[in-house]
């Protein structure tokens, strides 16, 4: 028996998605064997972004000190507690719209959208990072599912979101082209990462005609 609930309250940003196979929540206790893709399609999941709070600090620390999320983004690496708090409270929070991604109320990564101004205002970047023990579930293709069914109504004057990936990180690409996005091709010498410039991967999803905003 399967159940599958999508909801979404777009005044909080607050989101939760919910699927459910009666066979083994017992598995759910597990908390994801490694590597076992098999697990994600027979489990209880439970996603839910919403905005970090200085409280998280410990979770934040989790995946953001983790060597695998770092070596592979743009995300410098946390050394201290304190240097997490201020990072939450000057940059996370502020944040126009960053979200933690949470499994059972607890962040795991986090997702944001970078809204453009003025003459870009038709556009924001999307970018994310999950802790490395919850890789290859599909928690993020869904989190990017659950942005995109939503955010042009949050950014009425958004008609395109982007998101541009380092050419060499293909779990990423594959997150956007799951999620639906399509690619455009290779900025080549793009951005400086850690000191490398690198080629990068656009790609984008537009503004379905029917929503209403
Ligand atoms: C990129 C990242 C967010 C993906 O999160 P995730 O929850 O594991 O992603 P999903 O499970 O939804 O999808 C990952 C897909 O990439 C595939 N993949 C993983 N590594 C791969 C590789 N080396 N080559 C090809 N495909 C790969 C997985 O098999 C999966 O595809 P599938 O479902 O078709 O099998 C995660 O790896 C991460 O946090 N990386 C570090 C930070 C980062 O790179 N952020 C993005 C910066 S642009």
Redesign the pocket.
Known sequence: MRFRRLGSDLGTTFFTLLCFEVTSCERWGLRYPEKN?AFRIQSLMEIKLRPYELSDVDDFMEWACDD??IR????RHYTSREDALVYLQEVAIPHPWYRAMCLEESPI?FICIKPGSASERCRGLV????G?K?????????AVKMVMSTVFQEFPDMERLE????VD????Q??LE?AGFQKEGVLRKYVIVKGRTIDVTMYSYLKPDNIIT
């Open positions: 893709k695998e999320v592979t983004s743009r995300l990564g970018s994310y990072a999950l490395s919850y890789w290859g579930k599909g928690i993020t293709t869904m998101g541009f990936v380092n990180n293909k779990a990423s594959r997150v799951k």
